[in-house]
């Protein structure tokens, strides 16, 4: 994938691309990163002005941003184009899913007071990180590029992972590592079994009881005959060792079998 992000700032985009799973992705060749530097683009580098209206601060001009963009088409074709805005839908993991898989992306990042409005003329979408303002839009060029350089094929090196990523279907289990006893706080004695079907009951247990607790909204419809019946006990006030004792461990299995 080519990731362009049109900036003021290009350090703060190249400086965390060589940390992580972003410089994984460039390393291995499934990601190429491109930083415009909006300024270069711009009249004696006058990359803003005043606001015509009479509002307060200075605004990115027209001028140097169209410049960059015809710069990269001429160059490397139409990427699909996004503009972070404030009121623009807030980006979820549905949204990452789709966007991994073009071919192209470019993020035009704001600053000060904002982009003049005709930038927005090239934006397939606007996106947001949530209902607040940063001083720009540098931060969710990043969060993007993090969230889709993971989803790249063949990046993660343990690619089983990300099926299980919070918001597949439901939030992510618990998860632990040694030491098992830390200052009287243990790992609980089913991941330690050895047991892997017993495993994935727990782990499933309770991501439907995280989901239920911290993001009901998140719960799906199509719920399979396990989940059904874990959300039942669940909101019954159950644990995952009395649920299991009621309704058998074999049975159990099998049902989990059936997801």
Known sequence: ?????????????????????VKQAIKKGAL??????????????????????????????????????????????????????????S????????????????VICGRY?????RISLLADEEFSLGDF???GGELFALVLLEGIARLLPGVLGDEESIKRDSFRRWLGAPVYTRPADFKGMKV???LLSGNH?????????????????????????DLKDIEKEMVLAIKRGMDFEDWLKEFGHKRAIKKLEDL
């Open 113 to 117: 007071e904002g982009l003049d409005e």
């Open 197 to 221: 079907q017993l495993i994935k009951l727990w782990e499933l247990w309770h991501s439907i009881e995280r989901t239920l607790r911290l993001r009901p909204d998140l719960v799906p419809e």
């Open 32 to 89: 190429n990163l491109h930083t415009v530097n909006i300024r270069d683009f711009a009249y004696k580098g006058q990359v803003d002005d005043i606001a015509y209206g009479g509002h307060p601060g200075m605004v990115i001009k027209p001028e140097p941003v169209f410049n960059a963009y015809e710069h990269i088409l001429k160059e490397y074709g139409k990427p699909y184009t996004i503009i972070p805005q404030p009121w623009g839908k």
């Open 188 to 190: 609980p004695n089913i």
């Open 91 to 106: 980006l979820t993991q549905e949204h990452l899913d789709r966007l991994s898989k073009l071919d192209s992306i470019a």
């Open 1 to 21: 994938m080519k990731f362009f992000v049109f900036t003021l700032f290009p350090q703060i985009i190249e400086c965390y691309a060589s940390y992580g799973i």
């Open 133 to 135: 303002v940063l001083a």
